[in-house]
């Protein structure tokens, strides 16, 4: 099988590491992960599979939603 490395910032390597099980390759880990969520067809298929998700730490969630607020900002909405 032929491979192509990929570059990940520092924090999703933390992340995948997070959810790596024992033994397992990374391209396993990433491969498991996306067909745990292409195998969503429901909202309720959807939450079981977010529940495997990490939490999200401090950061990335003040992070996520300074972004949203910034965008809140500036985004402009037609109402008509």
Same mark, same amino acid.
């Given at each position: 099988?032929?491979? @192509?490395?990929?570059?990940? %910032?520092?924090?999703?390597?933390? @992340? &995948?590491?997070?959810?790596?099980?024992?033994?397992?390759?990374?391209? @396993?880990?990433? %491969?498991?992960?996306?067909?745990?969520?292409?195998?969503?067809?429901?909202?309720?298929?959807?939450?079981?599979? &977010?529940?495997?998700?990490?939490?999200?730490?401090?950061?990335?969630?003040?992070?996520?939603?300074?972004?949203?607020?910034? !965008?809140?900002?500036?985004?402009?909405? %037609? !109402?008509?």
């Amino acid at each position: 099988m032929s491979t @192509k490395t990929i570059a990940v %910032d520092t924090r999703v390597y933390e @992340k &995948l590491s997070g959810v790596r099980r024992e033994g397992e390759s990374f391209s @396993k880990t990433i %491969d498991r992960l996306i067909d745990h969520v292409g195998a969503a067809h429901t909202g309720r298929d959807i939450l079981r599979s &977010l529940a495997a998700v990490p939490e999200l730490s401090y950061e990335d969630a003040r992070v996520m939603l300074a972004v949203v607020a910034e !965008n809140r900002e500036t985004e402009t909405w %037609d !109402n008509g």
